[in-house]
């Protein structure tokens, strides 16, 4: 059974930084992509990025692109979301999910090509 746990959120101010996990269980984790989403209340779930299997590479969306960033320790079984610069308009629930692929050539920012998903951690950012 996969499990996804994130942690790390919280409330912080505008301009701060928080630095979200997520470790995975019940998968070969290096065998798979990995991707972090954002939902805020009264929204569809977002996708933030992605890194590939290898952390060789990463995939941001326009609106977090070079303020966060994606990282992995396959030897803990564990993702990263860095992120600076917060912003009023980063408040939502972060979530961590697992490609639904193996060995996936490309990141992708569907929600539905990832099939297990983190309980989320809210991240709260104050003006």
């Known amino acids: 059974q996969v499990q996804l746990v994130e942690s790390g959120g919280g409330l912080v101010q505008a301009g701060g930084s928080l630095r979200l996990s997520c470790a995975a269980s019940g998968r070969t984790f290096s065998r798979y992509n990995m991707a972090w989403f954002r939902q805020a209340p009264g929204k569809e779930r977002e996708f933030v990025g992605a890194?590939?299997?290898?952390?060789?590479?990463?995939y941001y969306a326009d609106s977090v692109k070079g303020r966060f960033t994606i990282s992995r320790d396959n030897a803990k079984n564990t993702v990263y979301l860095q992120m600076i610069s917060l912003k009023p308009e980063d408040t939502a629930v972060y979530y961590c999910a697992i490609d639904g692929n193996v060995w996936r050539s490309t990141l992708v920012a569907a929600p539905r090509e990832y099939d297990y998903w983190g309980q989320g951690t809210q991240v709260t950012v104050s003006s």
């Open positions: 890194i590939s299997w290898s952390g060789g590479r990463t």
